[in-house]
């Protein structure tokens, strides 16, 4: 479940840069206001964006360390197999 969830709000943040990125498109140079509520807006949603690249890649060292651990120990159980066998 947490991971559909992570998925989800990636997501969200993802669509939140699409419509800021149209937004910036339709912004006059001339209007500094919304120029800086926009640089605003899209600077919160880059650190979002950071943030959940940040754990993603944590959860991708995880499952590597996992697989590690599993690769040892298939390792270890046939070298014991083995043993009793000769």
């Given amino acids: 479940m947490r991971g559909e969830e992570a998925k989800a709000a990636g997501e969200a943040l993802l669509r939140r840069l699409r419509r800021l990125v149209a937004r910036a498109a339709t912004v006059k140079g001339s209007d500094r206001k919304q120029l800086l509520a926009l640089l605003d807006d899209l600077e919160t949603t880059r650190r979002g964006l950071l943030k959940k690249c940040a ?3 944590g959860e ?3 499952a590597t360390v996992r697989t590690t651990a599993i690769g ?8 014991h197999r083995g043993r009793r066998h000769n």
């Fill in 55 to 57: 754990e993603v890649e």
């Fill in 72 to 79: 040892a120990y298939l390792r270890n159980s046939q070298v």
């Fill in 60 to 62: 991708m060292r995880q």
